[in-house]
């Protein structure tokens, strides 16, 4: 009886050779940009829009609809769009092979005025975050009523007994109507994992003769940040860029009412690669920056302004989709002093294609002098800065790069503007 035989040398290499070739054929930048082609394409009437392609995968377009679509191809698709409408795109492969159907939604162009002026941002929170613990003396001991009911820095207390949690006063005259029956505080916890009920035995401090449970809370939040822009007919406005978070957690927190109005930059402390810089402000009352917040989302905050800002840009431009944002030069808004708005050179290294919101989609580098040598880059407080290239508002500043201060992270200004909450 014979031995079956090993694959041959030859055999082997054909195989690894095979692999190595289908691994190649998936990286390679051709196949990458048809994997990464949207399925959707948004644009704006009159506007041209480039999506990149390749010359080594030869394509055929079949327009279906009316003709404003143009579309010519060597290593670029190029629609040309000069009416408002719907049309679909069916793509062929070597002119054969059905590839797939995109649509085109074809838009008025969305108009607003950028900002750059640096706000304070005074809200009213729904809940109350806990900031920290604090252990109660009693008899002796040092128990931590909260932290052994499960009770986490970063949550949020929504309900007290059944009841809205709407201020720290209500808070603690629950715990002592508890305490004083010897019964637990029920309360309704949103947290990072989940939303769940916590049960909490209130104990008497000999030290301050209050019943306490042990957790610092707050009821409102505060800061300072920058304006990103606002339209130019409804006077709404999006600023920050991300979220009012509960700073641990980082779920964006419920506002029930809020205002903002302007910032005073007094002072600066430059960013290094080992520490964070900030803008030092202080609040400067309404004859800039008025309004109100109405909403609180990854996007940061959307609101309504009382006026129009007296300093600052007063040009409306149009919005940029983020497939219309390239890497090459760009200019960002800032107040560095004072309330005046000022424009300073970047360069947008990366501009990622998205074809849903997310937070970071630009990344981008400092190249003004006179910025880096005040701040050393992105500092805090600049967050909400708009960022313009073209003639087009196309992002926000959202995070400094860490150890890189001269870099940035920022959103696409078009998720901003999409939220229903600015919207509507």
């Given at each position: 009886?014979?031995?079956?035989?090993k694959?041959?040398?030859?055999?082997?290499?054909?195989?690894?050779a095979?692999?190595?070739?289908v691994?190649?054929?998936?990286?390679a930048?051709?196949?990458?940009?048809?994997?990464?082609?949207?399925?959707?394409?948004q644009?704006?009437?009159?506007q041209?829009?480039?999506?990149?392609?390749?010359?080594w995968?030869?394509?055929?377009?079949?327009?279906?609809?009316s003709?404003p679509?143009?579309?010519?191809?060597?290593?670029?698709?190029?629609?040309?769009t000069?009416?408002?409408?719907?049309?679909?795109?069916?793509?062929?492969?070597?002119?054969?092979?059905?590839?797939?159907?995109?649509?085109?939604?074809?838009?008025?162009?969305?108009?607003v005025?950028?900002?750059?002026?640096?706000?304070?941002?005074l809200?009213h929170?729904?809940?109350?975050?806990?900031?920290?613990?604090s252990s109660?003396t009693?008899?002796?001991?040092?128990?931590?009523?909260?932290?052994?009911?499960g009770?986490e820095?970063?949550?949020?207390?929504?309900?007290v007994?059944?009841?809205?949690?709407?201020?720290v006063g209500?808070f603690?005259?629950?715990?002592?109507?508890?305490?004083?029956?010897?019964?637990?505080?029920?309360?309704?916890?949103?947290?990072?994992?989940?939303?769940?009920?916590?049960?909490?035995?209130?104990?008497?401090?000999?030290?301050?003769?209050?019943?306490?449970?042990?957790?610092?809370?707050?009821?409102?939040?505060?800061?300072?940040?920058?304006?990103?822009?606002?339209?130019?007919?409804?006077?709404?406005?999006?600023?920050?860029?991300?979220?009012?978070?509960?700073?641990?957690?980082?779920?964006?927190?419920?506002?029930?009412?809020g205002?903002?109005?302007?910032?005073?930059i007094?002072?600066?402390?430059?960013?290094?690669?080992?520490?964070?810089?900030?803008?030092?402000?202080?609040?400067?009352?309404?004859?800039?920056?008025?309004?109100y917040?109405?909403?609180?989302?990854?996007?940061?905050?959307?609101g309504?302004?009382?006026?129009?800002p007296?300093?600052?840009?007063?040009?409306?431009?149009?919005?940029?989709?983020?497939d219309?944002v390239?890497?090459?030069?760009?200019?960002?808004?800032?107040?560095?002093?004072?309330?005046?708005p000022e424009?300073?050179?970047?360069?947008?290294?990366?501009?990622?294609?998205?074809?849903?919101?997310?937070?970071k989609g630009l990344?981008f580098?400092?190249t003004?002098?006179r910025?880096?040598?005040?701040?050393?880059?992105?500092?805090?407080?600049?967050?909400?800065s708009?960022?313009?290239?073209?003639?087009?508002?196309?992002?926000?500043?959202?995070?400094?790069?860490?150890?890189r201060?001269?870099?940035?992270?920022?959103?696409y200004?078009?998720?901003?503007?999409?939220?229903?909450?600015?919207?509507?």
């Open positions: 009886m014979s031995r079956p035989r694959p041959g040398i030859l055999v082997k290499v054909l195989g690894l095979g692999a190595l070739g691994v190649a054929l998936g990286t930048a051709p196949v990458r940009r048809l994997v990464n082609f949207p399925t959707r394409v644009t704006t009437a009159g041209d829009l480039v999506l990149p392609w390749s010359r995968i030869p394509l055929s377009v079949q327009e279906s609809g003709k679509v143009i579309i010519s191809h060597t290593q670029v698709i190029r629609l040309r000069p009416r408002v409408g719907h049309y679909l795109l069916r793509f062929r492969l070597f002119g054969r092979i059905p590839w797939r159907g995109v649509p085109v939604d074809v838009t008025k162009p969305i108009y005025v950028p900002g750059g002026e640096s706000v304070g941002v809200a929170t729904e809940g109350l975050m806990v900031t920290g613990f109660v009693s008899l002796g001991r040092h128990p931590d009523p909260a932290l052994e009911a009770i820095r970063g949550d949020v207390i929504t309900r007994d059944g009841r809205p949690a709407l201020s209500f603690t005259s629950r715990i002592a109507y508890d305490g004083r029956r010897h019964q637990p505080l029920r309360l309704w916890v949103a947290g990072a994992r989940s939303d769940r009920e916590r049960q909490v035995e209130p104990v008497l401090s000999p030290r301050t003769g209050r019943w306490e449970i042990g957790a610092v809370v707050q009821d409102h939040t505060s800061g300072v940040g920058t304006l990103t822009f606002f339209s130019p007919g409804t006077h709404r406005f999006a600023a920050l860029g991300h979220s009012i978070s509960d700073g641990l957690t980082r779920r964006p927190v419920g506002l029930s009412q205002g903002v109005m302007g910032a005073d007094v002072g600066l402390v430059p960013a290094t690669d080992t520490e964070p810089g900030q803008k030092i402000g202080v609040l400067a009352g309404s004859s800039n920056v008025s309004g917040t109405r909403f609180n989302g990854r996007f940061g905050i959307v309504q302004l009382n006026h129009l007296v300093w600052g840009p007063t040009q409306a431009m149009p919005l940029a989709f983020p219309q390239r890497t090459g030069p760009a200019e960002m808004i800032t107040v560095v002093h004072g309330q005046f424009s300073f050179r970047i360069q947008i290294i990366r501009a990622a294609v998205q074809n849903r919101p997310t937070v990344l580098q400092v003004d002098p910025l880096l040598r005040d701040t050393g880059g992105i500092i805090q407080g600049m967050s909400g708009p960022i313009i290239q073209n003639g087009r508002v196309v992002g926000a500043v959202t995070h400094v790069l860490v150890n201060p001269s870099m940035g992270f920022g959103c200004a078009y998720w901003m503007a999409d939220q229903p909450s600015y919207r509507g």
